[in-house]
Structures are given as C-alpha cells and as structure tokens.
T-cell receptor, first 116, second 111 residues
C-alpha cells in the first residue's frame, strides 16, 4: 500500500487567484495522477504526471490552467490557476501500485477547494 | 451515454441488512473491476478487486461481475453503521488504459 498526504486539506480562495496543491507519497512511484471530484459526480482524471517528463492531460484540461510539477518520484504539485467558482471541487492525487495491467490505486485525502 | 453508470442514492438501510450496490457499463473491453469506499472528507480506498467475470468474497463483502450483462455488484452482509460511506465502482481495460469511475452511491446504515 501507499501513504499519501496532501496539502492544504482545504482552502477558500478568491476568484482570479491561484492555488498550488502538494502531494507527497511515502514510496517512490513512477506515475502519479491528479483527479477532480465534484459533488455528485465521478472522479475525473485531470492529468498523469511522470517524473522527468511533461504531464499528460486529459481532454478538457490544459496545462495553462492546471500546471503540474513532478520533481522527484515521491512528490508532485498541481496548481489551479486563475480560479473561478467553477473550480470549486475536491482535488485528489493518486498512485497506482498495481502489477502490469492490474490497476490498484491509492488516493490521498483530497484538497477541498472553494472559490468565491 | 456514460461509460459507467451508478445510482448516486442515497441508500438508507437498517443495521444488519444486506446491501446491494450496482454499476452498469458500456465498454466491453473492461476486464478489471474495483470497488472503492470513501468516507466523508477522505480519499477513496480500494475495497474489492475482481478480474473478468465471477464472484469474489472478502469477509462481509462480495463482488460480482457479469460481463455478459455488463453489470457489476457489491453486496454487504450484516451491514454496520461503520459501513456508511460512498461506494464507487471503477473499471479498466487491459493494456494500461485509464480507470473509469462511477459517480458513487451514498450509503447510510442506521443503528
């Protein structure tokens, strides 16, 4: 298993500002994932972050809005830029410790973001 | 049509009841089926994992997969108030495709 921590756990931000969310894993992992979870909706993958390369973004998400850093194998950050109330959501980081094609994801506790 | 459909509930049952949670899906390529449990203000945690069709039992929890009907279920026997949480189904295809999550079903078990 993996122990994943996120900072901050929650924040209330003003429209137009940016927030950087940190994710720390207790073991080295190749890929880290960033998800958004809006009320009543499924987890939506924002991007996959590999150490040493550019993050891969899913359809509907762009690097200018959600820049990601992955400086080493245990840490990643997600920035939510130029925020609007529509960005209010829970943001989760995740790692996959499955073998081969088997997916076995572990999630951090999430960052609850409210944009006013 | 969403790839994975899950009734959001809420589902409220008395303590000791048998709970049935379900998801349907449209992509026949899915081969790995998971159930996650998410307590309030926590991240999802992997509860059950099944490959292809069949049943898998772990204590009070049983996961079933019916690929012919594209239907998966999670049964909870002798439900407890501590089972109150949101349960998300998830599935993925072989070959490293991303995991697709259902919207989650909120379950309340009343003491």
């Amino acid at each position: 298993s993996a122990v994943i921590s996120q900072k901050p756990s929650r924040d209330i931000c003003q429209r137009g500002t940016s927030l950087t969310i940190q994710c720390q894993v207790d073991s080295q992992v190749t890929m880290m994932f960033w998800y958004r979870q809006q009320p009543g909706q499924s987890l939506t993958l924002i991007a996959t972050a590999n150490q040493g390369s550019e993050a891969t973004y899913e359809s509907g998400f762009v690097i200018d809005k959600f820049p990601i850093s992955r400086p080493n194998l245990t840490f990643s950050t997600l920035t939510v830029s130029n925020m609007s109330p529509e960005d209010s959501s829970i943001y989760l980081c995740s790692v996959d410790l499955g073998q081969g094609a088997k997916a076995e994801q572990f999630f951090g506790p999430g960052t609850r973001l409210t944009v006013l | 049509q969403k790839e994975v459909e899950q009734d959001p509930g809420p589902l409220s049952v008395p303590e000791g009841a048998i709970v049935s949670l379900n998801c349907t899906y449209s992509n026949s390529a899915f081969q790995y089926f998971m159930w996650y449990r998410q307590y309030s203000r926590k991240g999802p945690e992997l509860l059950m994992y099944t490959y292809s069709s069949g049943n898998k039992e772990d204590g009070r929890f049983t996961a079933q997969v019916d690929k012919s009907s594209k239907y998966i279920s999670l049964f909870i026997r002798d439900s407890q108030p501590s089972d109150s949480a949101t349960y998300l189904c998830a599935m993925s295809a072989a070959g490293g495709f991303k995991t697709i999550f259902g919207a989650g079903t909120r379950l309340f078990v009343k003491a």
